[in-house]
């Protein structure tokens, strides 16, 4: 479980990296929402994985973490808010820049097709 | 217990549910009741630093749930300190606002709290995850504040300034796993006690993580390579929330002050002084950049928003040393730059208002309507900045300088702090000269009238260097006093033994 658990974690926080990097703001957008799962998984972990414990001390030998749970509920309201208002404000850079690239420059042209450069002769 | 540790908390939180519910009524209303809380703020925070300069440390535990099982509010003189400034220079800029800057948002005055409350929450709480929340509390309302005003040119730094700080947080939350992973606590005195006594491979998982954090509060300070959001973002926000977010820099130095010294610090065994022999460098490679940005910088907001950055490196650098002058001198410097720098963008913004279509840029323009008041003001703040005596700025230098130990750390502080200081008076008697005394013919068509509210709050944040001159003895003083507590981590660690639940009559208690 624990390898299948670090993998997860790796894949979210990996393709969350990648799609932060890119140049619009949607990808990005998606990166954080990636990455605050890949973190979320991360957070829960740091308790130790045990299945079927219970949370209390003292009622057996072994028992399971609550407070990384308390702590992941946190992160993942904030996390929601967050990526709430990033939407709104991605929204409004589209809306002010008629575009959604991230620095909100204007798009170059687009390369125009082969047949029409063999027409114009360049 | 005393309950007066959460009023700096509860005062702007009320407040601002009373100005989110009242989104409605007329804004003189409104106004009044968000200065009033504002000023209430500032004198439960003015009691606090009162409380805590009798050196002793004063916890305020949740739930009466004893440390470290609860989450809890510490105050020392740092926190009590850091209350202070913020209440000050946020009564100004509010008041700044109120004279027009806050019309055109129904929800600025509740933004503006709430940024308060996230302040004084972490500068309060004992707790890392509480510090997170803090975090969180202070960047949504900055968030809302950065985008006040409208116009296109705020939406892309805006939207760097949100994605970036959401990384920061994700950061954060890795950092603060792998400390609870190993250490199986977040209340800061119990970390201070725990982690010296980590060992072995879960040494590097504490490392990795505090490294991390340093990550974090380095994003927040605008460390050099963390610090290329600011400029743009600062230059481009209304001025009174530009001022305030004078103080947001100094949260993350706060941050590294407080969790670096006390849980990192001297006593913390192997982990001793973790990555301090790395903010040293950086802190003067940011200053040099700050300088580099404040030459080149084509208008006064820009010019003041790389003085912040400058204020980072000049800052960290003595901090990074560890003794306990330099964190005295950084703690001094410290209230006087926070000041300075917000004045200096509420001139900005006076000048700008003055100049019609040349605003704020670095350019010849008609003369300006108020031209006397706005060069005394300019000239008083560039003064202080630039660190010439007779103002704050100097001694802050000053005592900077005298606090470093001779050796090669003195010789890179003093080459990198005195020539960045001298190509900072450069940069303002250039952007000085040519705003204030170089005219073209003509007139502006419309200079837009200077109101009381704008004008004494702008001149009296401006005169605070002179107040902080005339107050050196005390205020350095109590700096002193509070780089002491804070070398000392062992107070700290005391809270955890402080009995928080103290039947206050024992014989009514039995009587039940």
Redesign the interface.
């Known amino acids: 479980m624990e390898l299948l658990f670090a993998l997860v974690i790796g894949a979210l926080t990996a393709s969350g990296v990648y799609l932060?990097l890119r140049a619009r703001?949607f990808p990005?957008i998606m990166g954080?929402t990636l990455?605050?799962y890949g973190?979320?998984l991360?957070?829960f972990?740091?308790?130790?994985l045990a299945t079927g414990q219970q949370p209390v001390i003292g009622t057996s030998a072994n028992y399971t973490?609550p407070?990384?749970q308390a702590?992941v509920l946190?992160?993942i309201v904030?996390?929601f808010?967050?990526?709430a208002?990033?939407v709104v404000?991605?929204l409004?850079?589209l809306a002010?820049?008629n575009n959604d690239h991230?620095?909100?420059k204007r798009e170059k042209a687009p390369p125009s097709s082969k047949q029409e450069r063999e027409v114009t002769g360049k | 217990m005393t309950h007066w540790l959460i009023a700096p908390i509860l005062i702007p939180l009320l407040g601002g549910i009373l100005q989110v519910v009242m989104g409605y009524a007329p804004i003189s209303l409104r106004r009044t009741l968000a200065l009033t809380i504002t000023v209430i703020s500032l004198a439960s925070s003015i009691v606090l630093l009162v409380l805590a300069s009798d050196d002793s440390y004063r916890i305020y535990a949740f739930g009466n749930w004893q440390p470290p099982f609860g989450i809890v509010l510490v105050l020392d003189r740092l926190a009590a300190l850091m209350l202070a400034l913020t209440g000050i220079l946020g009564l100004f800029c509010h008041i700044y606002a109120s004279g027009g800057a806050d019309e055109g948002n129904r929800q600025f005055h509740a933004l503006f709290l709430f940024q308060l409350m996230g302040l004084n929450i972490a500068f309060l709480t004992g707790d890392l995850f509480n510090l997170f929340v803090a975090f969180e509390v202070l960047l949504i309302a900055s968030y809302g504040l950065l985008m006040h005003g409208g116009g296109t040119a705020r939406t892309v730094p805006g939207l760097h300034y949100v994605a970036l700080n959401l990384v920061g947080s994700a950061l954060f939350l890795i950092g603060v796993g792998m400390i609870y992973s190993v250490t199986g606590t977040l209340n800061m005195a119990d970390l201070a006690v725990k982690i010296p006594q980590v060992t072995g491979n879960n040494l590097n998982l504490v490392k990795a993580g505090g490294m991390m954090l340093l990550v974090v509060f380095g994003l927040k300070a605008a460390i050099l390579p963390l610090c290329f959001w600011l400029p743009k973002a600062y230059a481009r926000a209304t001025a009174p929330v530009a001022a305030l977010f004078a103080v947001m820099t100094k949260v993350g130095i706060y941050a590294i002050v407080r969790v670096f010294l006390l849980i990192f610090g001297e006593g913390a065994g192997e982990l001793a002084n973790l990555g301090m022999d790395w903010l040293f460098p950086l802190a003067l490679i940011t200053l040099s950049m700050g300088v580099i940005g404040a030459l080149g910088a084509d208008s006064l907001k820009t010019l003041v928003a790389w003085q912040v950055i400058i204020s980072v490196g000049t800052l960290l650098a003595p901090i990074a040393l560890g003794s306990v002058a330099g964190l005295s001198a950084a703690l001094f410097y410290l209230v006087s730059t926070t000041w300075t720098v917000a004045a200096l963008f509420l001139v900005s913004e006076l000048v700008a208002s003055q100049r019609g279509l040349a605003g704020d840029s670095i350019v010849t323009a008609p003369k300006m309507r108020h031209q006397t008041l706005l060069s005394v003001l300019f000239f008083i703040g560039a003064v202080a900045a630039a660190g010439l005596p007779p103002l704050s700025g100097f001694f802050g230098k000053l005592l900077i300088l005298q606090s470093v130990e001779p050796g090669v750390e003195m010789a890179w502080l003093w080459g990198v702090l005195l020539v960045g200081s001298f190509l900072t008076l450069i940069a303002y008697s250039r952007a000085g000269s040519i705003v204030f005394w170089w005219h073209v013919d003509g007139h502006v068509e419309t200079p837009e009238p200077i109101n009381n509210r704008v004008s004494i709050s702008t001149g009296i944040l401006t005169c605070l260097t002179m107040l902080i001159v005339v107050l050196a003895g005390p205020v350095s003083d109590y700096t002193r006093a509070t780089a002491e507590q804070l070398h000392d981590n062992r107070g700290y660690i005391n809270i955890l033994q402080t009995p928080v639940h103290v039947p206050q009559n024992p014989l009514v208690g039995e009587s039940h």
């Not at chain 1, 972990?45 to 130790?48: D, I, K, L, P, T």
């Open positions: 932060l703001t990005v954080l990455l605050s973190v979320n991360f957070l972990a740091s308790g130790r973490d407070l990384p702590l946190t992160a904030i996390g808010a967050m990526t208002f990033l404000l991605s409004r850079n002010d820049n991230v620095d909100g």
